[in-house]
């Protein structure tokens, strides 16, 4: 195998069971896609997680959106539960900056190139039902020139 030999030749160890393959290509390439020769004895993957990002083959987050997503509407049931015991609007914002949105801007600024516009919408819409539990009226998502920003407004 080239692989472990290379592997060995810098003292690397190489876990194979953990070790996986993707080919990532430009998904607006009009030339035909070809895949090269996969690695004997190492799985190939159309997604993978790296570093809590999950990264696609054809350079979509659309994977990793869906997860975030996800986990924030968990949270959103956490903040539920906390306005339900009583928790104090000071601290359920502070919940929710430290919960929801460094959820989603984690790493925005690799991937928020990215975007699309119906991405950009679903955020915008999983924000605003944050407004059952933080004393914001409203977030807003801009995206322009591969940052993102979260702006909230008050209603004082």
Known sequence: MDTLRIGRANRLNINLSKTKEMVI????????????RQITGIERVHTAKLLGICFSDNLSFAAHIDNTLSAVSQRFYLLKQL??????????????????????????????????????DRLQAMLNKAKKWVSFQSYKISVKFWKIKITGFSAK
């Open 25 to 36: 290509f430009h998904p607006g390439s009009r030339a035909k896609h070809i895949s090269p």
């Open 83 to 120: 306005k339900i015991k009583g928790l104090n609007q000071a601290a359920m914002d502070t919940v929710f900056q430290s919960l929801v949105l460094n959820k989603i801007m984690y790493a925005v600024q690799s991937y928020s190139g990215y975007f699309l516009e119906q991405q950009i």
